[in-house]
């Protein structure tokens, strides 16, 4: 089964403080998403890569997309109790009629005010 | 553009009954997929249908069934409910096109007694 490992799996920090999370495989991917899920809610798409080495910004996150297209990282600047949730990474391959997304387990990060 | 939408927002079941749980693609998107997930972890794939017809399946027994209509709206049905059936389902719908990203309802709070 090809899957998306994502570390750490939980994390618990102080509002203020950095924080990176990993998303890696030994497959290639042709785009990799990350996507925010809070309690009781569905994930929200927070952003998609696609070219090896993209490194995309959405406030105080960055997202990179490594050189090989087969790991992503997501860095946290100066974290807030509003970025408390499940962070979840999910890698397209878009082989030929292939829709689906192989998915990561999540990383639960807790912000403490 | 109207989101994605799942009905009910909660059930509760005992065991041996079955259920039916509905979903609303966005518009515009002609693939579902069905996730099951449990607390503080990522989603399983349950399966996808796209234009109407099943398009992968997961690690998931027989008594989880689906159905897509032609207005691309979804349905899944689970007989013979078990207690560990009990979790969050999420349906999400994407147009199939460049990176596969996917867009979330809020999910199926289904418990299972």
């Known amino acids: 089964t090809q899957l998306l490992e994502q570390s750490p799996q939980f994390l618990s920090i102080q509002e203020g403080e950095n924080l990176t999370v990993y998303c890696n495989s030994s497959?290639?991917?042709?785009?990799l998403q990350w996507y925010r899920q809070e309690p009781g809610e569905g994930p929200v798409l927070l952003v998609t890569?696609?070219?090896g080495g993209e490194v995309k910004k959405l406030k105080r996150l960055t997202f990179q997309f490594g050189d090989a297209r087969k790991d992503s990282s997501l860095h946290i600047t100066a974290a807030q109790p509003g970025d408390t949730g499940l962070y979840l990474c999910?890698?397209?391959?878009?082989?030929?009629?292939?829709?689906?997304?192989?998915w990561g387990l999540g990383t639960s990060l807790a912000v403490n005010p | 553009e109207t989101g994605v939408t799942q009905s009910p927002t909660h059930l509760i079941k005992t065991r041996g009954q079955q259920v039916t749980l509905r979903c609303s693609s966005q518009?515009?998107?002609?693939?579902v997929s069905w996730y099951q997930q449990a607390l503080g972890q990522g989603p399983q794939f349950i399966f996808q249908?796209?234009?109407?017809?099943?398009?992968g399946r997961g690690n998931f027994p027989p008594r989880f069934s689906g159905l897509q209509f032609p207005n691309y709206s979804s349905e899944l049905n689970v007989n013979a409910l078990e207690l560990d059936d009990s979790a969050l389902y999420l349906c999400?719908?994407?147009?199939?096109?460049?990176?596969?990203?996917?867009?979330f309802g809020p999910g199926t709070r289904l418990t299972v007694l």
């Open positions: 518009s515009g998107h002609n693939t």
């Open positions: 249908y796209y234009r109407e017809e099943e398009n």
């Open positions: 999400a719908s994407s147009s199939g096109q460049l990176y596969n990203e996917q867009f």
């Open positions: 999910a890698g397209s391959k878009n082989a030929g009629n292939n829709r689906k997304l192989i």
């Open positions: 497959s290639v991917f042709s785009s």
């Open positions: 890569v696609v070219t």
